[in-house]
């Protein structure tokens, strides 16, 4: 099944929300204007106010840019943007010296066809639901990971581990350094009809996988799935809440790739339709010889009265006749008896 074009809102959609924090530093952006070359990037800034926004907003315009005008596969075109998107970053430092501690996180995922792809750097999530189960797509670039291995190896107990001070830092990020982690997809993914695509902001993680497998496998539009993912989020409560971003793709059902293609073409030949007729009219319109319509018109018009009038003299005449026999009838009548009377 080849994925053309995916529909806004009802395909896929966005959105985020503000958290505890007094801004937002997450900035995302969906590419629909290709067919078969969808693409979604999320960044998350850090580095303060200003800095983490600025970050996470020309990350994800560079990003997009590069990623268009890039050559070769959807791997490659996906490297070399966020290679680019990081040398940007650090053009825009010395301009900009209350910045220099400005990075953030991105995803950049592309479906191309029915496959997808993605690279990524930082703890930003990707997901793939299908089938009724959750599963974690990208690498997870933040200290949590790590402290997991030790407490799978029993040199931290779960509750440490859980409250650790370094359990969000970052172990690797775009900053216009030196890039430590870069996850990339091996092969590409080939997407099913049916299955969920989430990309989201590390403010999720309010959410256990349990909850956001609940509400993905609800059959609501994308923007549905998107409110309510972060109104869960929201109703947690949690304090110190992160901002919350939340990209949703649905991969359409084979049923609705198949209507997809039939009402676009029977959209475009009822307008060819309508606009032959329209044209035709309008020959039609033009070979009519109005000087004679109008002629012809006028002598019918006068015509009919006269016809009356005939008519009705007709009737007057016919009906003069019809009482004359009658009264010289009366006369004869009235004589004869006269005649035959006794004088």
Same mark, same amino acid.
């Given at each position: ?27 995302? *952006? ?46 490659? *075109? ?15 430092? &010395? ?69 650790? $001070?370094? *359990? ?19 092969? $590409? ?27 993905? *496998? ?42 997809? &293609? ?42 009919? $009265? ?38």
């Amino acid at each position: 099944m080849s994925i053309q074009f995916l529909t806004l809102n009802k395909d896929y959609a966005g959105h985020h929300i503000q958290g505890e924090r007094d801004y937002q530093e997450d900035y995302f *952006r969906f590419d629909n204007s290709r067919a078969n070359d969808f693409l979604m990037i999320l960044a998350d800034g850090m580095g303060g106010y200003e800095g983490g926004a600025v970050a996470s907003s020309c990350a994800v315009e560079t990003f997009m840019d590069s990623y268009h005008i890039a050559k070769g596969s959807a791997a490659e *075109r996906l490297q070399q943007a966020l290679q680019k998107t990081n040398l940007q970053l650090a053009l825009e430092k &010395p301009s900009k010296p209350k910045l220099a501690n400005m990075g953030c996180t991105l995803v950049g995922a592309a479906i191309h066809r029915d496959q997808l792809e993605w690279i990524s750097v930082g703890d930003s999530p990707l997901w793939l639901y299908k089938a009724g189960r959750l599963h974690r797509l990208n690498a997870d670039h933040s200290m949590k990971p790590i402290l997991q291995k030790q407490v799978q190896r029993g040199e931290l107990t779960p509750k440490i581990a859980a409250a650790h $001070p370094e *359990r969000n830092m970052l172990r690797s990020a775009l900053t216009g350094a030196k890039i430590e982690l870069i996850d990339q997809s091996s092969v $590409p993914l080939k997407l099913l009809p049916g299955a969920r695509i989430l990309l989201a902001s590390d403010g999720i993680f309010t959410l256990s996988e349990s909850e956001i497998r609940k509400i993905l *496998r609800k059959d609501l539009s994308a923007q549905k799935l998107v409110n309510q993912l972060l109104a869960a989020v929201h109703k947690k409560g949690k304090k110190y809440q992160d901002n919350t971003t939340a990209l949703v793709v649905k991969i359409p059902d084979e049923q609705d790739a198949v209507k997809k &293609p039939w009402r676009w073409q029977t959209s475009v030949l009822l307008s060819l339709l309508i606009l032959s007729l329209i044209i035709w009219t309008s020959d039609q319109f033009r070979m009519i010889n109005w000087p004679d319509l109008i002629t012809c018109f006028s002598k019918t018009s006068i015509a009919v $009265p006269a016809e009356r009038q005939n008519t009705e003299d007709i009737k007057n005449q016919l009906g003069a006749n019809s009482k004359k026999p009658s009264e010289e009838q009366h006369i004869d009548a009235t004589s004869e008896l006269q005649d035959k009377q006794p004088k």
